[in-house]
């Protein structure tokens, strides 16, 4: 076999087809959170157990092993072009990755994701930890174990969090969120001790759910998601999955707080775009996929806060959201609106946060499940250290757990070392901006409502790329220089300060 044939053999058959097997089990994955009947999880536990050992047995099949040698040892490896020896790179590290994990920890974990799903969505509506508990021990033992496959000699944060964020470490972590609380400190603090403070009752106003629904339509039209390879539909957490032609994205409505979907919508349309807007040449193929966890976050975030929560963004919108909504908002005025929409309040919940506190939900995720995994700290503490933490950093009082340790679902779903993607993402977008600023009259374009220029900026630099490059490359060959927190810091005070009238 020469190498272009080993080379179509290996993408053709098992990249192609552990690519489709694993759209199959993401589809699965939004049935069971969308419509599938409660008296199901039991099922569609065997069924996701299914998909998942045959994604792994189609990635882990020894024959890729020998196409990689016949590929790698073909003195023309080198001369071939950057996507394919990406594409071989990128199949090798799978491969290699995912043929420490045994079978059948593969299948135990794929089983327990909906069962300590659905014991965590009854633990959360009655707020009630001791329901979630065994199930969390569960899940924590089969991800623990799977991190000593993956690299015994790691911490078992480090050795889970590539699959995220290739390239991360805690460490890393650790230096650029101490550099991100040194930043957001004062600035919280000059906003919650301003004598000016918002007026709530300008958003909190009753909105029926059809308006809401038009609502949703319309904004995930203004960011360019394509409602013709997507839909919008209703679950407790909001979410985003799929790939290129089929990208679906979830909301939750509340009648009394319309912004609650509206900023959801947004931030999974800026997800759906990136799926939807990937290098059509590249489908099917491992190069073809995003570039990480904390890239997504940056493009849900850049279109949900850097558009979305921008002044500017409602001068364009406020009149159509008057006219979309009735009398509801007649009476408001643009920069009274605008300041309630971004005020700034150290709170309970994650997904409810303002652009400022938000990182401090992250970085108590982060040192809890770090520590959670070393076994420095044990489930049976989780939810007073999670009251504590939450009192230190944000100064507020957790008085139940489902607005403490159960608002999230990402551990029931055993996505250890998932949440730093969500800090990563606010500080590459920030970075991004100011490059784009650089590039196209962000501001103007954002008044008038044109928001193609922007969308296609993104679609260049970072959708289209796909997966060509690891983070810290990308970051690097998009803003000239490597991540840092300073953007982000440096857009939240020039922002910040104006609303709230402090230097
Ligand atoms: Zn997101």
């Excluded at 954002?446 to 959708?463: A, C, F, R, T």
Aim: proline share 5%; charged share 30%; aromatic share 12%.
């Amino acid at each position: 076999m020469d190498l272009h044939e080993a080379y179509d053999t290996l993408l053709g058959e098992f990249v192609r087809e552990y690519i489709v097997l694993s759209q199959i089990y993401y589809i699965l994955g939004w049935d069971f959170e969308t419509y599938m009947p409660p008296k199901g999880v039991k099922q569609r536990s065997e069924e996701l157990a299914m998909m998942a050992t045959l994604e792994h047995d189609r990635l882990t099949n020894p024959k890729i092993g020998e196409l990689l040698k016949t590929i790698k040892n073909d003195p023309k490896y080198f001369s071939l072009d950057e996507e394919k020896k990406r594409n071989i790179e990128l199949t090798e590290r799978k491969y290699k990755r995912e043929s420490k994990i045994p079978k059948e920890l593969v299948e135990k974990l794929a089983k327990h994701y909906p069962i300590a799903t659905d014991a965590w969505k009854k633990a959360k509506k009655e707020s009630n930890y001791s329901l979630f508990k065994p199930a969390l021990d569960k899940m924590l033992e089969l991800t623990k174990e799977k991190a000593h496959y993956l690299d015994p000699n790691k911490e078992p944060f480090d050795a889970l969090v590539d699959k995220y964020e290739p390239g991360m470490s805690s460490a890393q972590y650790t230096k650029l969120f101490d550099e991100l609380k040194e930043g957001l400190i004062p600035i919280i603090k000059k906003c919650v001790n301003s004598p000016n403070q918002p007026n709530l009752s300008l958003i909190k106003r009753k909105v029926s759910i059809p308006i809401q629904k038009q609502l949703s339509e319309d904004i995930a039209k203004l960011v360019h998601y394509d409602l013709e390879r997507g839909r919008i539909d209703e679950t407790e957490h909001p979410f985003t999955t799929g790939y290129y032609d089929d990208v679906r994205i979830t909301t939750h409505y509340y009648e009394e707080d319309f912004s609650d979907s509206f900023y959801s919508v947004l931030h999974e349309a800026g997800h759906g775009i990136y799926e939807q807007n990937l290098e059509h040449k590249y489908k099917y193929q491992l190069v073809g996929e995003s570039a990480s966890y904390g890239f997504h976050e940056s493009q849900s975030r850049f279109i949900e806060n850097l558009i979305g929560r921008s002044r500017e963004f409602w001068e364009f919108y406020l009149p159509r959201l008057k006219e979309m909504t009735g009398n509801v908002f007649s009476d408001v005025e643009l920069d009274p609106f605008v300041y309630a929409i971004n005020e700034v309040k150290p709170s309970k919940i994650r997904i409810a946060a303002d652009e400022v506190t938000y990182s401090l939900h992250i970085i108590i995720r982060f040192e809890i499940e770090r520590d959670l995994l070393s076994g420095k700290i044990t489930t049976e503490q989780l939810p007073e250290i999670w009251n504590a933490k939450y009192k230190e950093y944000l100064g507020v009082d957790i008085e139940n757990d489902s607005e403490g340790v159960l608002q999230d679902s990402h551990w029931a779903g055993g996505s250890f070392s998932y949440f730093p993607s969500y800090a990563i993402g606010n500080i590459y977008n920030a970075q991004m901006l100011a490059k784009m600023v650089e590039d196209i009259p962000f501001k103007e374009l954002i008044k008038k409502g044109e928001l193609k220029s922007i969308i296609d900026w993104l679609i260049k630099n970072v959708h289209s790329v796909s997966n060509l490059y690891d983070p810290p490359e990308l970051i690097k060959r998009i803003t000239g220089e490597e991540i840092s927190p300073k953007y982000f810091i440096n857009y939240l005070e020039e922002k910040f300060s104006k609303i709230y009238g402090f230097s």
